[in-house]
């Protein structure tokens, strides 16, 4: 399996429907695996934004493997645009699988951040897989946090009807990232990301929310959120509730004060990191 984080062609799996979907693998750097992430992205990035959170881990000895969700990055589909939000969900399983097959010997962690955290959460509320430890969400999209204006979403109704694949604007502010600025220039001057959502992708991630609030007393895996207390895109609120409804016998809510959206982006990232470690520690207990 290659390790290169160039688009390789080395470096594609295949969904279900046949979409190609872009991985990248970083290897533990340590003598000894002791198990693995994989991290699942938020709207509009991409599995390259991730390569920090790798090389912290891979030096305490655990391999780290993303990829690009369909309709982003490097993996097939049309741009912010998904037929059903169960896709990304599959995709997940697979990748999952892909990864997991040479990693029996070790626990595996499942990683999500924004709408990745969704994804992950959804995961457990769908998928039963034993070989995975405990399921982790960084910021998920459970709510959003500025309600969006209601001539919006009957314009979008009216969209969704006549042209379900139109394409508009996010809404994502990129200073509401990270209180860092180099993250918030390197996210604007990245020609992986982009900045725009279809009209179905925007109501099948609304119901999508909804349902997984209303299911999270069926969550069982063990579980760890953690959200910025500051963050202006998705509401730390909802993801302590979400925590508190869950049926899981080992959970955690986490939530940092000052921190902005991507925690693993901010200047305490390694505090974020260190508290991630010492719960996955505790869980191992």
């Known amino acids: 399996m290659t390790t290169d984080t160039q688009n390789n062609s080395k470096n594609f799996i295949k969904s279900h429907d046949g979409t190609e979907l872009f ?5 533990a750097t340590t003598d000894k695996r002791i198990g693995f992430f994989v991290v699942v992205h938020g709207l509009g990035e991409h599995s390259g934004r991730y390569e920090h959170f790798a090389s912290y881990f891979n030096s305490l000895g655990y391999d780290v493997a993303a990829f ?6 490097r993996s097939g589909g049309k ?5 059903d939000f169960q896709q990304y969900i599959d995709d997940v399983d697979i990748f999952w699988q892909f990864i997991a ?9 499942l990683i999500g951040h924004s709408m990745g955290g969704l994804i992950v959460l959804r995961y457990g509320l769908i998928y039963s897989t034993p070989n995975m430890k405990a399921i982790i969400a960084s910021g998920p999209l459970l709510r959003i946090k500025a309600p969006v204006p209601r001539w919006k ?18 809404g994502i502010d990129p200073s509401n990232l990270s209180r860092d600025k180099e993250v918030v220039k390197k996210y604007v ?6 900045r725009k959502v279809s009209v179905r992708w925007f109501f099948n991630t609304l119901r999508a929310m909804e349902d997984t609030m209303n299911r999270a007393h069926t969550m069982y895996y063990p579980l760890l959120v953690m959200h910025g207390g500051s963050d202006m895109l998705t509401d730390p609120d909802a993801s302590e509730e979400f925590v508190k409804r869950s049926s899981s016998r ?6 940092y004060p000052q921190l902005y959206h991507e925690i693993f982006n901010e200047p305490e990232k390694e505090i974020v990191y260190s508290d991630l470690e010492g719960w996955i520690k505790e869980l191992k207990k």
């Open 153 to 170: 979403v009957l314009l979008g109704r009216l969209l969704l009807r006549l042209f379900p694949t139109f394409s508009m604007p996010n």
């Open 189 to 194: 001057e990245d020609p992986l990301v982009h």
């Open 79 to 83: 741009r912010g645009d998904v037929a």
């Open 250 to 255: 080992k959970k955690k809510f986490i939530r």
């Open 101 to 109: 097959e040479e990693r029996k010997d070790v626990p595996g962690f």
């Open 23 to 27: 991985f990248r693998l970083w290897p």
């Open 68 to 73: 690009d969700l369909r309709g982003h990055g």
